[in-house]
């Protein structure tokens, strides 16, 4: 318990050991493919990447998608966000081939749940998410083409969501990819209502602040 309460962000030194005991009598309880798993290992994922322990961390974060898989499938949301932040792991290590191939892994799993659901916001807005995602991966490995189709696309499911939608997700969403686009006047509005909305998505933030929309008060 103390090793899952421990911040692996903020106190890797300490978590890791006791996050690995953790991990070891869970897999004697349990097995190695319980859902129990889960918590020790993204607290190590989280851990070795803060200390440099990359290909462990990796591996961890593979083995905790894995785990994702057998026990929710390949098209649950949680698994999908599994995906996603492995694959952010690698953007954050500057691998972007491999990045992007999880994208495009989170991607394909979203565009199912879509299909299966026709209509729904919610499937839509995660789908259009994952775009806006996989094009910044693009953008930083130079790919701007790529990316900008890439976000163009995550404007096109959005783009007819957003004028009738109250879902603050969707107003973010749509302010952030016309943000991508450097649409920046189009974005005005829509930035003012997520703001207006508390949604306080760093990334969406850093994003609204380099382009001069965020308020002075909150610059």
């Known amino acids: 318990n103390l090793a ?40 190590l994922a989280q851990a070795c990447a803060e200390l440099g322990k990359t290909d462990e961390a990796e591996a961890f974060y593979q083995r905790g998608a894995h785990v994702a898989q057998v026990q929710w499938g390949a098209d649950d949301l949680r698994t999908i966000q599994r995906i996603a932040l492995l694959a952010t792991f690698h953007y954050e290590q500057g691998d972007y081939a491999k990045a992007e191939e999880r994208f495009d892994e989170a991607v394909a799993g979203c565009e199912r749940r879509v299909a299966a659901a026709p209509g729904e916001e919610a499937e839509e807005v995660h789908l259009a998410n994952r775009l806006l995602s996989l094009g910044e991966v693009q953008r930083a490995a130079g790919e701007a083409a790529k990316s900008k189709a890439t976000w163009e696309r995550s404007l096109g499911i959005l783009e007819p969501l957003a004028g009738i939608s109250r879902e603050r997700d969707t107003l973010a969403a749509y302010a952030t990819v016309l943000l991508c686009l450097e649409r920046i006047e189009e974005a005005r509005p829509w930035v003012e209502k997520a703001l207006a909305e508390k949604w306080a998505q760093p990334d969406f933030l850093e994003l609204a602040r380099k382009h001069g929309l965020m308020p002075a008060a909150e610059k």
């Open 4 to 43: 899952l309460a421990l911040d692996a962000l903020q106190r890797p030194r300490e978590a890791e050991p006791l996050l690995r005991r953790a991990l070891v009598v869970r897999e004697k309880i349990f097995g190695l493919d319980h859902l129990q798993l889960l918590p020790p290992l993204l607290g």
